[in-house]
């Protein structure tokens, strides 16, 4: 009795398109016979095709689905006649077996010898605050790959030149052809005389030892735009590694990491920062000079200054990345400080000025008339 095809792919009736694949995916690597040599491997494998044959379509799946098998028994459900039938599983197999992909029509032949561009390089980075804020140059120290200027990146010694892989005949790889019930797939691998460049050098340079590349250690002066901020990447065009057989250079990817400062915070391109005031200043008022980013700044605070309150110097913030022109603000926390103790002289003043204010606190002296002051205004 035929087994539901559901059940051989261990998926739910209501499991969608991709959850069908991954299952098609797995069990079919388990089960390839190339891969599986145990005995039923090869039927199992063919029931695992079927039922995705069936499943993966909407059409076929709905056919069987409402009638069962018999009503998918009549198309290529019999058993693929023709390789072509396979429609998507060639990309499946590539996916799963890296190299087979043969069967479908014939494989594309893949020159490896001509020119590869470098990889990328990422170095990290740490700036000062005041450095994300403004800017400016900084110099890096890096290590990258730069095509011998001995042998011009061949690799090969100066006068001499490297000659085509008799292996692969310059391709870069080898094929093993192997049959299968389902048809005859290529496995393609990398040639193993030329490691997949097509080429091979006899006469390697000394300067480069055939490598065609030497580690370089150089220093770089790279602009920091202003306004950049954590995790804010820079391209340093062509300072990767380089590329082989006259290909281009890579990349340089340099990532920005910004140091806390003790004194200032940021809020996107705003800064924040904070200042404690005495409660005579703050019920008096009073001028004071802060610390911003530009240097220092004189601050106007109100008579009657409330605690916590936030004060704002209008651009004197962080500018815009792409746009310095534009800069955000630098907002000030103002706190207050209220002694814990005070001269006899002192609490004689503040005794005659609560009772000129008058106290609604109930609690009388000190503590009353601050408390009128700064919780009941």
């Not at 990258?144 to 292996?167: D, F």
């Not at 990491?257 to 940021?266: G, I, K, L, P, S």
Request: with cysteine.
């Amino acid at each position: 009795m035929a087994r539901d095809y559901y059940e051989i792919l261990g998926v739910s009736r209501d499991a969608d398109k991709e959850e069908i694949k991954r299952a098609y995916r797995r069990l079919a690597r388990k089960y390839h016979p190339d891969v599986n040599k145990e005995p039923g491997a090869e039927e199992q494998f063919k029931e695992i095709n079927r039922a995705y044959e069936v499943l993966s379509e909407p059409e076929t799946r709905a056919r069987y689905d409402r009638f069962g098998e018999a009503a998918v028994n009549g198309g290529a459900g019999a058993g693929f006649q023709d390789m072509g039938d396979m429609g998507g599983f060639a990309d499946i197999f590539e996916s799963i077996f890296s190299g087979f992909a043969g069967g479908m029509g014939g494989t594309t032949q893949r020159r490896r010898g001509g020119p590869v561009r470098g990889d990328d390089l990422r170095l990290d980075l740490k700036l000062d605050f005041r450095e994300a804020v403004f800017g400016g140059e900084k110099e890096i120290r890096i290590s990258h790959l730069e095509t011998c200027e001995v042998c011009t990146g061949s690799g090969a010694k100066p006068g001499t030149r490297p000659r085509t892989c008799s292996t692969c005949s310059g391709t870069g790889q080898v094929r093993r052809v192997t049959r299968t019930p389902f048809g005859s797939f290529t496995q393609v691998s990398t040639c193993p005389t030329c490691n997949g460049t097509g080429m091979v050098i006899e006469d390697k340079c000394d300067a480069c030892e055939g490598k065609g590349a030497k580690q370089v250690t150089k220093k770089l002066k790279i602009t920091i735009p202003a306004g950049v901020d954590n995790g804010t990447r820079l391209r340093i065009s062509s300072e990767g590694d380089a590329g082989q057989r006259s290909g281009p250079p890579g990349d340089l990817y340099v990532y920005l990491f910004v140091n806390e400062d003790e004194e200032f915070h940021r809020d996107g391109i705003n800064v924040l920062s904070e200042i404690k005031v005495s409660y005579l200043q703050a019920i008096l008022g009073c001028r004071l000079e802060v610390n911003t980013v530009d240097g220092p700044v004189e601050l106007l605070i109100p008579p009657g200054t409330q605690p916590n309150t936030v004060m704002k110097l209008e651009n004197h913030g962080v500018p815009r990345l792409g746009n310095p022109v534009s800069r955000g603000d630098h907002m000030i926390t103002v706190s207050i400080d209220i002694p814990t103790k005070i001269t006899a002289e002192e609490r004689e003043l503040l005794e005659k000025l609560a009772k000129i204010k008058g106290d609604r606190t109930g609690k009388g002296g000190l503590e009353g008339f601050l408390g009128n002051f700064f919780h009941q205004r």
